[in-house]
C-alpha cells in the first residue's frame, strides 16, 4: 500500500505565505510526477502545480510567479512554498503522486486527504 500525507495548512492573511509538504510512503519504486491541486466549494479539482522526477514543473496560470514547487527524492517529499496569498487560493489542497510500485512498471496515483488554506482578506 502507498500513503499519501500532507502537511502545512492553515489560516493566513493576505499577502502572507504558506509551505505545504507531502510525504509518501509505503510499496514504491518511483514516483514519476508529484502535484498539488486545489478544490474550492461547490467547483472541481484543480491543479495547481507539479513536478516530475527530473525536476520538470508545471505551474497554474494563477499562481506563476508567487508558488514554488519542489521535491526532495530521498524523502520522497513535496513542498510548496506559496507566497503572496490572496483571498482565491482559499481552498482545500491535495497531493497528488504518480508512481511505479516495487516489481512493476504499471503507473498509480494516490491522493493525500487535503489540507486546508484559509486567506483571510
Known amino acids: 500500500q502507498v500513503q499519501v500525507v500532507e502537511s502545512g495548512g492553515g489560516l493566513v492573511q493576505a499577502g502572507g505565505s504558506l509551505r505545504l509538504s507531502c510525504a509518501a510512503t509505503?510499496?514504491?519504486?518511483?514516483?514519476?510526477?508529484m502535484g498539488w491541486y486545489h478544490q474550492q466549494p461547490g467547483k472541481q479539482r484543480k491543479l495547481v502545480a507539479a513536478i516530475t522526477s527530473d525536476g520538470s514543473t508545471n505551474y497554474a496560470d494563477s499562481v506563476k510567479g508567487r508558488f514554488t514547487i519542489s521535491r526532495d527524492n530521498a524523502k520522497r517529499t513535496s513542498y510548496l512554498q506559496m507566497n503572496s496569498l490572496n483571498a482565491e487560493d482559499t481552498a482545500v489542497y491535495y497531493c497528488n503522486v504518480r508512481i511505479t510500485r516495487l516489481w512493476s512498471d504499471v503507473e498509480y496515483d494516490y491522493w493525500g486527504q487535503g489540507t486546508q488554506v484559509t486567506v483571510s482578506s
Open positions: 509505503g510499496n514504491i519504486r518511483s514516483i514519476n510526477v
